[in-house]
């Protein structure tokens, strides 16, 4: 199976930065698309941003201009580099692999992979 692994959140005031990583492991074969998503207590999880295998991008109009994703795709990880952040951006931060497949003597694929989350908390 694949394991997803994040890492980088933390505390930040307003204004500052964070740079969180996604490292997907197990017999990965390929993954279509890598992305990350957050939840906000008392909220639903939404899509902050996802990218493709070949570099396409997509942004949650409320984070375009601050946010940036990318990939290694050599590394199986995906980055999420956040600036100017905001109290708003408060939530936990879950990466998502999308369109799993692995090879481990035969092919298998998944939808769908989720890894633990990551707080994210931006105060003074």
């Known amino acids: 199976q694949v394991q997803l692994v994040e890492s980088g959140g933390g505390l930040v005031q307003p204004g500052g930065s964070l740079r969180l990583s996604c490292a997907a492991s197990?017999?990965?074969?390929?993954?279509?698309?890598m992305g990350w998503y957050r939840q906000a207590p008392g909220k639903q999880r939404e899509l902050v941003a996802d990218?493709?295998?070949?570099?396409?991008?997509n942004y949650a109009d409320s984070v375009k201009g601050r946010f940036t994703i990318s990939r290694d795709n050599a590394k199986n990880t995906v980055y999420l580099q956040m600036n100017s952040l905001k109290p708003e951006d408060t939530a936990v931060y879950y990466c998502?692999?999308?369109?799993?497949?692995?090879?481990?003597?035969?092919?298998?694929?998944?939808?769908?992979?989720w890894g633990q989350g990551t707080q994210v908390t931006v105060s003074s």
């Open positions: 990218i493709t295998s070949a570099g396409s991008t």
């Open positions: 197990g017999s990965i074969f390929s993954i279509n698309s």
């Open positions: 998502n692999a999308g369109g799993v497949t692995t090879y481990s003597g035969r092919y298998y694929y998944a939808d769908s992979y």
